[in-house]
């Protein structure tokens, strides 16, 4: 069974730009969550999504946003990009909502640097 | 606020060794926990679990033990080998993951 992918792999943007990162979760699985990673914040939690709807958000401003797909693809979508957003963007998924306390598997994450 | 706690940022021990990595947690409804694996430019591998029905999971090398009066889990890898060289982080589950910050374990020959 393939694993959680994410695409892009790595992605240089400029400050200001936009940015949409895709994450394909294990086949079956309908709930894909999102973290970002940062070496002095450790691994913090964007959002959640199960079959198209948001379940969770996480602390973060509006510029980052997500979308579920009906084959449960997800992407997230960060606006007017700044420099503290550099960082690992990372998807999980799991089979139920995270409700359910189903073990979440991790894609290799998007590296993204804002210059 | 930090509701799930890894105090020890770095962890060196010897090859043949235990590995202990420790956690704590401030929300006493937390109940359920996960232990990952990360090594660098990877996303993170899910180890071990344990729910508070429990206080001792254990699965190969890997143990997880959970003090729920003292809100602590530790993690004790034994023996420890150089390849378990990788940050390892705790996360509660309820009802989204939230992380501890991690500890780098580093295991010398």
């Known amino acids: 069974k393939a694993g959680v992918t994410q695409t892009p792999r790595y992605l240089i943007k400029t400050r200001g730009q936009q940015v949409t990162l895709s994450c394909s979760p294990i086949?079956?699985?309908?709930?894909v969550s999102w973290y970002q990673q940062t070496p002095g914040q450790g691994l913090q939690f964007l959002f959640e999504?199960?079959?198209?709807?948001?379940?969770n958000k996480g602390n973060f401003p509006g510029r980052f946003s997500g979308r579920q797909f009906s084959n449960s693809r997800s992407e997230m979508n960060v606006s007017t990009l700044e420099l503290g957003d550099s960082a690992l963007y990372l998807c999980a998924s799991t089979r139920w909502w995270q409700g359910e306390a189903d073990t979440q598997y991790f894609g290799p994450g998007t590296r993204l640097t804002v210059l | 606020d930090q509701q799930v706690k890894q105090n020890s940022p770095s962890l060196s021990v010897q090859e043949g060794r235990i590995s202990i990595l420790n956690c704590d947690y401030t929300?006493?409804?937390?109940?359920?926990f996960l232990w990952y694996k990360k090594y660098p430019a990877e996303g993170p591998t899910f180890l071990i679990s344990?729910?508070?029905?429990?206080d001792k999971n254990e699965d190969g090398r890997f143990t997880v033990f959970l003090n729920k009066s003292a809100k602590h889990l530790s993690l004790h890898i034994v023996p420890s080998q150089p390849g378990d060289s990788a940050v390892y982080f705790c996360a509660a589950v309820p009802p989204k993951l939230i992380f501890g910050t991690g500890t780098r374990l580093q295991v010398f020959p």
């Open positions: 999504y199960f079959s198209e709807t948001q379940r």
């Open positions: 929300n006493s409804m937390f109940d359920y």
């Open positions: 086949s079956g699985h309908r709930s």
């Open positions: 344990i729910s508070s029905i429990k």
